[in-house]
C-alpha cells in the first residue's frame, strides 16, 4: 500500500480522560490533523464506545474513575481479538513500575502529558503504519488458508477421480494385507492389484520421483494401463512394456516412476517378479526361509522401448508363502533423533518374523516402535500378498447378461505365429479379444482365457521349446527350466503355433472348437498317464498332468491328432 | 557454494563437483553448471566426493544431464560415491547408464 496515501486516511481515533480540559483539547488537535474521534470520560464509557464505534486507535488515560486506563485496555485488547488496534496510554506517570504496567495490560506505548501536536502526530502516524502491517499480514495469511483449503479440497476431488480409474481392485482380498495412505497419490505412491482372466493376479507398487500434482498426473495413465491390460489377459511384462513406453512419451526427462510387478500364479504355485528401483522385495516362505529380490532394473518411464528389459524372474512357490513389497518411504521413516529405518530396519524386522506372526503386523509394528508415532506419513507403501489355494480367489466379474447386440455366432478363424515372433509376442489377449465378441463366451471369459492359455503354453514351452514339464517339481529344476526357457526362445526360427477357431450355433447356445498345432514333435498321447485316468496327475514327458486334467475338465471333449503336436478342443456354452 | 566445476587441461572434460546433500535445492545450480559450458564439452565427470546424500530428484537431474550430453551416447562418469550414495544408485540400476567408479 502507497504510505503516504495510507497515512492521509482519516481514522477513527477513540479517546479516554477524565479531565475534561485535556481530553477537548486531544480532541481538538486530532480533529485538526484530520480524523474522527470518539470521547470517553471514563474506562467503562471507553469500553461500551469501542464496541459500538470499532475505533483505529484508542488513546487511554492510565488513571481514570470507574474502570481505570489498564482494565480498559485489557477488555478493549479481548474485544479485538485478532484484529490489532493500537492502544496508546496518555499519562504523565514516570514511574517505570507504572510504566511496565500499562504495557503489561496490553498497552502498545505512550504518549506523555503535556501534549504536543508533533509528537501526536507523529505517534500516531507511527502505530497507523504498525496497524497497516499487521492488517497486510492477516489479510495475506487468511488468504494463504483460505488457498490451501482450496487446495486440499481440490486434491480431494483429484483423488475421488483418480479412485475412479484406478479402482482398488482386488486389494480387498483375504491374502492381500497393504497400507497405503489415501492421499498417498499426491506423494507419489501407487498400489493396484487386479485378478487375471484366468485366476491369479498382478499386483504393481510404484513410487514417482517428485511429489503433487505432476505425480498424481503421471499415475493416472498407469492406472488405466494396469487395469485395463490385466482384465484383458495381458500378462505383467506387456504391461510393464506399456507403462514404461507411455511414461517416457508424457514423463519430463527428469521424472521416473520406480516400480514392482508381481504375477502371482496360484494354480501353477509360481510368483512373477519385475522391481526395478523398489527396495528388495521380500519372500517369506511357510517355513520362515526368507530371500530378497532386489532391483534388477532401471525404473519405468527412463529407457525406450528397444532397451527395455520386462523380462520377469520366475519364483517357484506353494500356499502359505508371503510376498512383502514396499516404497522407499518404508526406509526413510525417521525416530526422533533423525535416524532412518532403513534396509536393516527392514532386514531386522522380517528376521524376527517367527512362525505364528505375520510378517506384514511385524514389519508395521517395527516402523511404528521406531518412529515413536502411531501415524504414517503419506509416502508410506507397504503390501503383503499370500499364496493361497486357488478356490475361493477374487476372479474378474463376469458380465451377466447377454448383451443386447448379438455378437457373431457363425465364424472360423486361424492365426498362426511363427519364428522369433514365439520369443517376443504373447498372442493370448488377441486371441481372447476375438472370442470375447461373442456375447455367449464373454460371460466365460475365465474359463476361455485357462483354455487358451494352457493350450498356448502346452505348445510353446513343450511342443516348440521341448522343456520336460518334470522339471518344474524341483527346486534345482525349477531354475534350470526357466532358463532354458528364455535361452531356447532365441532359437525358435523354422517354428510356429497355429490356432485354429470353430464356432457354431447350437440349440442351447453354441459351440467353439479350437485346435492348437505346433511344430514340436509331439508326444506319446496313446500311453500318457493322465490320458488313461484323471486321477494320476503329477508327471509326463509332455503335458504337465494338472494343465490336461484342467483342460480334460473344461471341455466337452479332447483329441489329440498327429503325433500328439495336434490338439483339439470342443468347448459349448449355453443360454 | 556447494556446486563447483572445472575443466580438464584439454577443455573436453566438463568435471562437476558436488558438496553436501544432492537433493532439489541443487537443481538450478546443477542445470546452470553444464548447460553454460559451451560446445568443446565431450564428456563429463560428476565428482560426489564431498556429496553427503543424494535423493530420486538428484536421479533425476543425472538424467537431465545424459539427455543433455545425448542421450544414449553420452559419455558420463559419477566417481568417488560414499556407501549410501553408491547404494541408491545401484538400486534404480543407474550403472546401466552412467560410468560408476
Known sequence: MDESAAENVPLNILVADDSDSDRLILKALLKRLGHQVLDAANGHEAVLHFQEGAPDIVLLDALMPSMDGMEAARQIKRLAGERFVPVIFVTSLSEPEDLAGCLEAGGDGFLSKPYNRLMIKAKINAFNRMRLMHQALSDQRDLTNERNRQLLEEQHVARRVFDNVAHTGCLDAANIRYHASPLSIFSGDVLFASPRPAGG??????????????????????????????????????????INQKLVRILPKDMFCCGVMVEVDFAHNQLGVWNGGLPDI?????????????????????????????????????????????TDGVLECANREGQLFGEQGVRNA??????????????????????GQQKFGDDLTLCCVEMVEETGQATLT????????????????????????????????????????????????????????????????????RLPSDWKYTPAGFDRYY???????????????????????MPSGGRLRVTCEDSGQGFDFQNHPVLQSIDVAQSGPRYGGRGLALLMRLTESIQFHGEGNQVEVVYDWFF | MPIQTRRSHDGQCLIIEIEGRFDFSTHQAFRDAYEHSGA?????????????????????????????????????????????????????NFEQLFTIR
Open chain 1, 398 to 465: 463376469e458380465e451377466v447378461g447377454l448383451s443386447t447386440l448379438a455378437g457373431p455366432s457363425q465364424w472360423h478363424c486361424d492365426y498362426e505365429i511363427r519364428d522369433n515372433t514365439l520369443g517376443e509376442f504373447n498372442p493370448l489377449p488377441l486371441l481372447l479379444h476375438i472370442c470375447m465378441e461373442v456375447p455367449g463366451l464373454r460371460r466365460k471369459s475365465g474359463e476361455i482365457y485357462t483354455l487358451l492359455s494352457e493350450l498356448y503354453n502346452n505348445a510353446l514351452e513343450h511342443g516348440v521349446l
Open chain 1, 350 to 371: 522380517i528376521e524376527s518374523t517367527s512362525a505364528g506372526s505375520h510378517p506384514f503386523d511385524v514389519l508395521m509394528g517395527s516402523i511404528k516402535q521406531f518412529t
Open chain 1, 282 to 326: 521380500w519372500l517369506i516362505r511357510s517355513n520362515m526361509e526368507q530371500y530378497a529380490l532386489p532391483s534388477r532394473h532401471l525404473p519405468l518411464g527412463i529407457l525406450s522401448a528397444d532397451q527395455f528389459n520386462a523380462e520377469m524372474e520366475a519364483v517357484r512357490s506353494q500356499p502359505g508363502d508371503r510376498l512383502l513389497l514396499m
Open chain 1, 201 to 242: 493376479m498382478l499386483i504393481f507398487a510404484g513410487d514417482f520421483t517428485g511429489h503433487g500434482l505432476p505425480a498424481a498426473i503421471g499415475a493416472m495413465p498407469i492406472a488405466e494401463s494396469f487395469y485395463g491390460m490385466a482384465s484383458k489377459g495381458f500378462d505383467g511384462s506387456d504391461i510393464l512394456r506399456e
Open chain 2, 40 to 92: 568443446k564439452v565431450s564428456n563429463y565427470i560428476v565428482d560426489l566426493s564431498e556429496a553427503t546424500y543424494l535423493d530420486s530428484s538428484a536421479l533425476g537431474m543425472l538424467l537431465l544431464l545424459r539427455d543433455h550430453a545425448g542421450g544414449d551416447s553420452a559419455k558420463i562418469t559419477i566417481e568417488n560415491c560414499n556407501n549410501d550414495v553408491r547404494k541408491i544408485l545401484t538400486i534404480s
Open chain 1, 483 to 505: 532358463s532354458e526357457r528364455t535361452k531356447r526362445l532365441n532359437r525358435v526360427s523354422g517354428h510356429y503355433i497355429r490356432f485354429s477357431f470353430q464356432h457354431d450355433l
